[in-house]
């Protein structure tokens, strides 16, 4: 990584939720192309670990444990960044978690802490994180939210919260935009590697093989170069989107697997083919 110049080259961005997974993969990625990296996540002892892995392969890396539920915390992390780096120019809103509990059995403490995570820990990070971006000479927000927030989904509370911040992401793109900040989201189905995709039921892994056009689900540097492409300038004209990573599945998922079980009937109602020479 060392004397690189990369499209993030002089950037600083900060990543939540950077321990593992998804926000790993995009900070070494973003660390690659020349960003200095922020790596936060509530428990930071593993993003530690790939803060040091970024530093040992000659990129620039730190970290910092935050609760993005707690405004304080933020506002103390923007005031760490402003001191260590005099700039920010890019924060990746990755943090989350999941619920899969629905409308009637979901218990009010798991959709408010989804809710507080999901949702209110980004607008509390934009709230934090804008004025020094646009001090910075603006810059890019990118919220990651989930193919859950493009059409319907099972897990009340996870769908609320990943709809409401495809909601808020439209709304930071327009607030900012006279500071020359630029607000997208990315929405994934499953990312293998990640806690999300580990807790998932018995059968599920299974079934997204089945419906995912490709076979399988997405690796999570396959996410983290969508995220790339929203934070650098390559993407200047593009704010208030979604980039919808997905291999198809909320596009055409539905009609292709209608053909696949079309055929299958079909072939099981075929009747077999006669042998040659046999009698009736």
Not at 76 to 83: E, F, G, T
């Amino acid at each position: 990584m060392a004397g690189k110049r990369g499209r993030l080259a002089g950037k600083v961005a900060l990543i939540t939720g950077a321990s593992g997974g998804q926000g790993a993969a995009e900070a070494e990625l973003f660390a690659s192309e020349g960003a200095r990296v922020v790596l936060t996540d509530v428990i930071d002892g593993p993003s530690k670990a790939v803060a040091a892995k970024i530093n040992r392969q000659g990129g620039a890396a730190t970290h910092l444990k935050l609760d993005v539920t707690d405004f304080g915390q933020w506002t103390r992390a923007i005031a760490r960044v402003r001191r260590g780096f005099g700039a920010l120019h890019i924060l990746v809103n990755n943090a989350g978690v999941v619920s899969r509990s629905g409308i009637m059995d979901v218990p009010m403490r798991d959709w408010q802490r989804t809710l507080d995570i999901n949702l209110t820990g980004p607008l509390l990070g934009m709230r934090a994180a804008a004025p020094l971006i646009r001090d910075s000479g603006g810059g890019a927000i990118v919220n990651i939210s989930s193919t859950a927030a493009i059409a319907g989904h099972w897990g009340a509370a996870y769908v609320a919260s990943k709809w409401g911040l495809r909601g808020i992401t439209k709304t930071a793109a327009l607030e900012f935009l006279d500071w020359g900040i630029r607000a997208n989201s990315v929405h994934p189905a499953q990312v293998d590697g990640t806690k999300m995709a580990d807790s998932s039921a018995p059968g599920y892994r299974e079934a997204n093989q089945r419906v995912i056009p490709l076979g399988r689900a997405a690796r999570p540097d396959e996410i983290a170069q969508a995220v790339l492409f929203l934070a650098s300038d390559e993407s200047s004209y593009i704010t208030g989107t979604e980039i919808v990573v997905d291999c198809g599945y909320t596009s055409f998922a539905l009609a292709r697997l209608r053909k696949q079980l079309q055929q299958e009937y079909a072939a099981r109602a075929k009747p077999p083919a006669r042998r040659a020479g046999s009698r009736r």
